[in-house]
T-cell receptor
């Protein structure tokens, strides 16, 4: 079956760095997405990786290793507004998006 | 990026009634999807809205319960029929830009539905 695993919840301190991991087992692979979702709001697109390596966008970076079925989202210089759920999603061979359950990130002062 | 609006933003409905949710995009998009997100859960794809033809439904979702229309490349509707409290959820319209390259997917603001 198809499976996306990510931690349910993480806690970090304002100003610090946090890494949210995502592992996947899917029928084929056409890219991996990270989304941010604040409580009560729709998800917003953060990143898309289809090749191995690190993509950096300001304070957020996303890494992919296709051979390991693994990705992470790295958030630097954490701010209180980064408190949200972070969703990992993989596009399979049929171009279906398979969603992880999300990681709730709690930022403490 | 595409700008997506949904109407209504929220509604409270009685059991047994139906609600139609509208999704409007400010540009023509190839792919439009309808998702459901129940409290504390991740997103579940209901169906792909196909322009000019019947929607493609995911396992567990059927046309009689969730009829979908997509008359053109900028607009779609999802109807939640014969509602029950289990249908209480956030319903999200989503679009993909750039054709089948799938490098960006955008979501509407969602419709929060409560069924009493």
């Amino acid at each position: 079956g198809q499976n996306i695993d990510q931690p349910t919840e993480m806690t970090a301190t304002e100003g610090a760095i946090v890494q949210i991991n995502c592992t996947y087992q899917t029928s084929g692979f056409n890219g991996l997405f990270w989304y941010q979702q604040h409580a009560g709001e729709a998800p917003t697109f953060l990143s898309y990786n289809v090749l191995d390596g690190l993509e950096e966008k300001g304070r957020f970076s996303s890494f992919l290793s296709r051979s390991k079925g693994y990705s992470y989202l790295l958030l630097k210089e954490l701010q209180m507004k980064d408190s949200a759920s972070y969703l990992c999603a993989v596009l399979d061979s049929n171009y279906q998006l398979i969603w992880g359950a999300g990681t709730k990130l709690i930022i403490k002062p | 990026s595409a700008v997506i609006s949904q109407k209504p933003s929220r509604d409270i409905c009685q059991r047994g009634t139906s609600l139609t949710i509208q999704c409007q995009v400010d540009s023509q998009v190839t792919m439009m999807f309808w998702y459901r997100q129940q409290p504390g859960q991740s997103l579940t794809l209901i169906a792909t809205a196909n322009q000019g033809s019947e929607a493609t439904y995911e396992s567990g979702f059927v046309i009689d319960k969730f009829p979908i229309s997509r008359p053109n490349l900028t607009f779609s509707t999802l109807t939640v029929s014969n509602m029950s409290p289990e249908d209480s959820s956030i319903y999200l319209c989503s679009v993909v830009e750039g054709g089948p390259s799938y490098n960006e997917q955008f979501f509407g603001p969602g419709t929060r539905l409560t069924v009493l």
